[in-house]
């Protein structure tokens, strides 16, 4: 007897008929002899209501207050789900966060697991019952209850499936899995069957929205495989896979684009050791989350050094360089906040060294200069002006072959 | 310094402004130098819509996924009330009724308390914190949530305070208190200062809407005096305490009027031992909740018994009649929805017998026709035909002196 942990995010139990075709689906899960644990986040955009409401009582929104108040959502939730499966004749129960056994550390609004104990997951299990778990919450060493953050009902599945040892993971969405390029973009998009946890990884941070990036990074530790899939037609979705040897090896998997990135650069810096972990120390000391990181070639022992950070922390990184340009011996900082960066990702990059210089070709064959490079072993960045973004997408997408009908793709040498 | 429980419900933290305004009460109550303890229910109509919601989504509701459900309003409340706190420098820490150590039986949407063990509300106080404690649930011995019911915001308040030994027990509501009788029927009627446990309890069994029933019952035996009064106007309302000596003897203290019973007759039953008590062991298995019972004198060695139960548990009685009539030998069962119930609540009528008299003779100078009278040692109830309810409330309160520019009472003796 196969153990499916399926998680459903907000839409999939937005309202009453929702919640009901879930239930369904349950049922029909176990008809085929499958033990069916749920994980159910808050239902539609009830958190994006809470946190209005706590925003419209109080400018003092303490964590563990946050917390109590969020995790309200799940709890109705699965309540609900519950009773749709008693009405169709399958017994379930739910379970808070607290409840099902998640111990997480006190770091409130975003905390982290650090034990799953699942007894009572255990034990509804082996009374018959489905445990209809509530996503993205437990209870912190302290005692309080706490909250994994934003899309960490993903999370509590994966985490569930690792205690329990599950055959799969199934994360119901809203999408039908994980497309080369955002469908709404470029039509000719396909659904990718199969991708391994280092290129779905490198997908989540650059752009792609689903799975969310953590995850994915829990599955990939604890090998749990995932399957994506829409809640809407219940057609297969895409696993996320450990990396096989004999995983077709496409080239390039997909595309993506994150226009939510500012670029600062910080000109005329010193060519000395220490100057770049001064500057990204006093950064990450006011939160800021710098993601690209580029330092040009050194001219007169002088350096430029670019990076971006996302639009609503470009305020605290300019305040937090400005003071730092005397220490720092900089002429001074720009930023452009109409930027984006455009990623072509694929394991299969590692061998075919023609991609970078395909990617450049593409671009200035349709004049869309390229402002910043990064890249990783199966990633190529560039960051684009915001306007030529989508466009570099879809030219970048059919010259990959990534389309239904585009031709097979060749490299020069 | 003293200890005060104070305990808000729906409609007092029915938005963001209400909520603020409940925070400077906190404020205001701890500026005067004493402790404080909240206690809060769903705000406004939650917990109507959260019902509403399970029975849109399923005809089957456990009693244990409702529990879920509904206290999932109450955890909304006590974390916005504790941000607002924040929000003006009170230190809070909200918990939910599991947290604060409500243990209760497993006895789902209507359970009762079996300890408070109050640890961490007690710990919250010492550390000069404010603890926000969800109204009306607990933790079943079964470690399940479980929800103490419609109106428990109120015993919560009531074992909390009695397990702190508080000073005083306020139950805010949209009241400024328990008046005479429903001031809406007869605008003369007065706020009472102080009412004795006892008829409160009258009161409360015999329509007057708040405080929860319950609440008193929980009070009266463990001795907690409570302060009903208003969470709009601030004034002070009704004190409910034991009954002093030198209370102030008023021989009426209020009339209520109750229209949600219906009246049953079984005729002509045979006038021997154990009829009544098949006829009502039969409703109680049936869950019915009989409220008077009257037998009239037996003529033949027949008898006719009226009792009255709740409209909507009507159906279910006549059914369960019905089927008995054989076996008790009754002729057959009548029922009427058009009634209602007057009753006179007074302390003082111990020691004056023409309460009863002054009572009927009223009605009957009103032209209101007496059906059913039942009474105890400090109220009397007379049935009327529901058409002249309101009017004998007003006859009666006047008749009474309880309204402001009444003369003085006289009964013939």
């Known amino acids: 007897m196969k153990t499916v942990v399926q998680k459903f995010g907000g839409t999939s139990v937005a309202d009453a008929d929702r919640i009901r075709q879930v239930a369904d689906n349950v049922a029909r899960t176990r008809r085929r002899g499958d033990r069916v644990v749920l994980v159910v986040s808050a239902m539609g955009k009830e958190t994006d209501h809470l946190l209005a409401l706590a925003k419209d009582v109080s400018s003092n929104r303490p964590g563990r207050e946050m917390d109590m108040l969020i995790t309200a959502g799940e709890r109705k939730a699965v309540a609900l789900v519950s009773m749709a499966l008693a009405d169709i004749g399958v017994p379930a129960a739910s379970f808070t966060g607290s409840q099902a056994g998640f111990i997480t550390d006190t770091n409130h609004t975003s905390a982290k697991i650090v034990e799953v104990k699942g007894d009572r997951i255990r034990s509804a299990l082996e009374a018959g019952q489905v445990p209809v778990v509530a996503g993205s919450q437990g209870y912190s060493t302290d005692g309080d209850v706490t909250f994994l953050g934003r899309g960490g009902s993903d999370t509590t599945a994966v985490a569930l499936a690792e205690m329990l040892g599950a055959d799969s993971c199934e994360l119901y969405t809203d999408v039908s899995g994980v497309f080369t390029t955002d469908p709404r973009l470029v039509p000719e998009a396909t659904k990718i069957k199969r991708i391994s946890f280092d290129e779905m990884l490198e997908m989540c941070a650059t752009g792609c929205p689903k799975p969310a990036m953590r995850s994915v990074e829990y599955a990939s530790r604890h090998g749990v495989s995932l399957h994506v899939r829409s809640a809407f037609t219940w057609e297969p979705g895409t696993w996320i896979v450990e990396e096989e ?169």
């Open 245 to 413: 040897p004999d995983m077709e090896q496409a080239v390039i998997r997909g595309i993506t684009h994150d226009p939510s990135q500012a670029k600062v650069t910080v000109a005329s810096l010193p060519d000395r050791p220490g100057v770049a972990g001064t500057l990204f120390r006093s950064l990450a000391e006011r939160q800021v989350n710098v993601d690209m990181i580029v330092q040009n070639t050194s001219e007169d022992h002088k350096t430029d050094i670019s990076f971006t950070v996302p639009h609503d922390e470009l305020e605290a990184t300019l305040a937090g360089v400005n003071g730092l340009l005397g220490e720092l011996g900089a002429s001074g900082v720009s930023a452009s906040s109409d930027i984006a960066r455009v990623s072509v990702i694929g394991a299969g990059m590692k061998s075919h060294p023609g991609v970078a210089a395909a990617m450049f070709e593409t671009l200035a064959a349709n004049e869309i200069n390229i402002d910043m490079i990064s890249t990783s072993t199966i990633r190529i960045s560039c960051v684009v002006a915001e306007a030529d973004a989508e466009r570099a997408v879809m030219v970048l997408h059919k010259r990959f072959g990534l389309g239904q009908g585009d031709d097979a793709v060749e490299f020069g040498g």
